[in-house]
């Protein structure tokens, strides 16, 4: 059984086995975790997502897929970069903002990952509701079928934070 853990805080910060990356479908960087991921853990990081746009993912990485990559000066041996949905009041994308957190244990558990750190995807600047995302990120994790042992919320600010624990109970 998997256990979950809240943090707030910094998710580049986080030892554990694998981090995910709330990337954008360039794989090639941006702002909020994304930035965050690339900034502290170097150009590693970056050289390897070419490499990937430049064989598989020619187009970016689709919404709600996760690839793994070296995790660079990070605390963590992968970082698993994930394509959050664009929150949308006409239209429901709830199954690929769950996709993103089942594809993501899916390639934890390729790699052999025990531990791993997600951050609140899709609920920064991709403007999901923080307490719907946590509803799904928290039920999704719940669900899934993985060798994982720990998933570690790492949430920003209190708000998060206490949106996640809302679910967390």
Not at 33 to 47: F, K, M, S, W
Not at 87 to 114: F, H, I, K, M, Q
Request: glycine share 10%; proline share 3%.
């Amino acid at each position: 059984m998997t256990t979950i853990t809240l943090v707030q805080g910094d998710i580049t910060r986080q030892s554990v086995d694998a981090v995910v990356n709330a990337a954008n479908s360039s794989l090639l960087g941006g702002g909020g975790v994304d930035g965050a991921v690339h900034r502290r853990g170097g150009p590693e990081i970056l050289a390897d997502c070419r490499r990937l746009r430049a064989s598989h993912y020619g187009k970016g990485l689709p919404t709600g897929q996760a690839v793994a990559t070296t995790a660079g000066e990070l605390d963590a041996r992968w970082v698993i970069h994930t394509v959050g949905p664009v929150y949308s009041a006409t239209e429901d994308r709830s199954n690929l903002l769950a996709s993103c957190y089942r594809e993501s244990l899916r390639v934890a558990d390729e790699l052999g990952a025990r531990t791993v750190a997600f951050p609140a995807v899709s609920a920064g600047i991709y403007g999901w509701p923080m307490d719907d995302a946590a509803r799904i990120a928290v039920e999704t994790v719940r669900a899934a079928r993985t060798a994982v042992a720990e998933v570690r919320f790492v949430l920003y600010d209190e708000r998060a934070y206490a949106a996640f624990a809302a679910r967390v109970g």
